[in-house]
C-alpha cells in the first residue's frame, strides 16, 4: 500500500526560505518519478519539480535557480528546498509519484497525467 505524506509547509516573510518534505512508502521497486505540484488560490495546479529514480531532476520555469529537489540516500523522502520565497509560492503544495516508470520528458515529469499516487498537501504561505 502506497503511502506519501508531506510535511514542513507553514508561513514565511518574502524572501524566505522553507523545506518541504515527503516520505513515501510501499514501494521497493529501482524505477520511478516523484513530482513536486503547486496550486494557487484560483490557479490551476502546476508542477514544481520532478526526480527520476536516477537522480535526474527539472524544474518548472517559475522556481528554477530557487527551489531543489532531492531525495534522501534511503529513498524513502524527497525535499523541495525553496529559496527567496515571494508571494507567488503561496499554495498548497503536493508531492506525488509513479512507481515502475522513469520521469521521461519535462513535459510528463511536469504534467500531472502520469503521476498516480498523491500526497495530502501541505500549505505554503509567503507575506
Known amino acids: 500500500h502506497v503511502q506519501l505524506v508531506e510535511s514542513g509547509g507553514g508561513s514565511v516573510q518574502a524572501g524566505g526560505s522553507l523545506r518541504l518534505s515527503c516520505e513515501y512508502s510501499?514501494?521497493?521497486?529501482?524505477?520511478?518519478?516523484l513530482g513536486w505540484f503547486r496550486q494557487g488560490l484560483g490557479k490551476e495546479r502546476e508542477g514544481v519539480a520532478a526526480?527520476?529514480?536516477?537522480?535526474?531532476?527539472t524544474y518548472g520555469d517559475p522556481v528554477k535557480g530557487r527551489f531543489t529537489i532531492s531525495e534522501d540516500n534511503a529513498k524513502t523522502t524527497m525535499y523541495l528546498q525553496m529559496n527567496s520565497l515571494s508571494s507567488e509560492d503561496t499554495g498548497m503544495y503536493y508531492c506525488?509519484?509513479?512507481?515502475?516508470?522513469?520521469?521521461?520528458?519535462?513535459?510528463?515529469?511536469?504534467?500531472?497525467?502520469?503521476?498516480?499516487?498523491w500526497g495530502q498537501g501541505t500549505q505554503v504561505t509567503v507575506s
Open positions: 510501499g514501494y521497493d521497486g529501482s524505477s520511478y518519478c
Open positions: 526526480i527520476d529514480s536516477d537522480g535526474g531532476t
Open positions: 506525488a509519484a509513479v512507481f515502475g516508470n522513469r520521469c521521461g520528458s519535462r513535459s510528463t515529469a511536469l504534467g500531472q497525467s502520469d503521476y498516480y499516487y
